[in-house]
């Protein structure tokens, strides 16, 4: 998983256009034409963010329980019935 974020610029301004590239991943999409400042601005925006999102999740440390299945963040292991799941 990765916090950087995938800003499409193009010439394409169809609804499927969008739809496509925000259904593959896209954080934003953004047509023609459009000025060099709001996608500055709006880069700015998606960094500030993921940086929160980032720090909210490595505070997270304990482990999530539901019945018996375990989540470790710390560890990146999910566990069933103390097993661990690859």
Known sequence: FS???????SAKSEDVDKILALGL??????TKPFS???????????LRRNVYIKNEMSMKKE?????????DPAGGEVSKADKIIT
Do not use: N, T
């Open 25 to 30: 991943g896209a954080d934003d999409y953004v």
């Open 36 to 46: 060099p400042k709001e996608v500055a601005f709006r880069i700015k925006a998606h």
């Open 63 to 71: 482990k999530i329980s539901f019945g018996d299945i375990v989540i």
């Open 3 to 9: 916090f950087v974020p995938i800003i499409f610029l």
